[in-house]
C-alpha cells in the first residue's frame, strides 16, 4: 500500500520546514503492513522559495519537489495529484499545520474499519500569545469534532485521505476557483454526490498555528464573508436551476437579517456575542453579493511568511 502525502505551499519556508519534520516523526501502531510512504511538494511560488528546505530536509521517506507556477490552490493541488498518481492513496496536509505522531496511522486505520472510500480529521487551533484571550474563549477558530466513522457529506483538504478509486473517477479540484477558495468544498460535494463514502476519524489530529494576524475581528469577518460568498459560487456551479437561486437568496437573506437582529442584543453580551452576531451577517452579505456575481478573491494577494 502506498501513501502520498501530498503538501501545496507559498513563500513560508519555516512553517513548511516544521510540517516536513513532523512528518518525518509519524508512527504506525494499528496499520499493518507499514505502508509505502512518498511526499509531494508543490511549490506554487514562480522563484521556488521552498526548494532549499526540500533539499536540505531530513525524512525517512522519498521526497518530490515540483513547482508550478501557475497561480492558485487548485493547479497547486491538481500538480500534486498528477504527480501522486502511482498511490494508492493520498493524504493531504496544509503548510502551515503539524500532524501528530499517530495522524497518518489513524487515517489508514479509520478507512480500513469503515470501509471509508475518504477519511476526513479534525484540525485543532493553537493560539500564539499574541491572540486576545476574548477571541479565543470565542472559539471562532474550532471546527466540530465527530465520533470516528461518522458519515460526512463534505471534507476539507487540511486533513484528508482519499483512495485512488475516488481519484479515478474525480481527478483534479475546479481551477475556476483559485483564487476564491471553495475548491475543497466544491470536490468533496462532488465525492459525496458521487455516492462514496467519507467518514471521520477523531483521532487523526492535525494542529494548526493561529497568529494575531489571522485572529483578530476584520480578518474573522472577512472569512465570513469570503465563506458566504464562495459558498454560492460552488453550489452554482453544481446546481444552475432556478429553484436552486431562490433557496441560496432566501438562505442569504435569513442569514443577513437573523444576524442584524442579533449585533443589537449582543451589544449587551459583550464582544464575543456581538463578533458572532456580525460573522453571521458578513456571511449572508458575502452569499448575497455572490449572488448578483461579484466573486471574492481574498488569495489574489499572497501572504507569505518567510520566517514564521
Known sequence: MHVAICIATCKRPKLLEQLLFNISALTFERTNPVPQISIVVVDNDAAGTAKDVCQ??????PLTYVIEPKRGIASARNRA??????????????????PAPEWLDELLWTRSQFNADVVSGPVVPIFTEDVADWIKAGKFFYRQIHESGKALNWFATNNVLISRRVLNQLSSFDERFQLTGGEDLQYSMKVHRAGFKIVFAKDAIVSEVIDADRANVQSILKRAYQGGNCQVFVERSLDTGISAWITRFAKGCARTVQGIIEVMVAVLKGRVAALESMRRVCTGVGMLSGLIGFRYEPYRVIKGRSTA
Open 56 to 61: 536540505q530536509v531530513s525524512l525517512p521517506w
Open 81 to 98: 495529484l498528477r504527480n501522486a498518481e502511482n498511490a494508492d492513496f493520498i493524504a493531504l496536509i496544509d503548510d502551515d499545520e503539524a
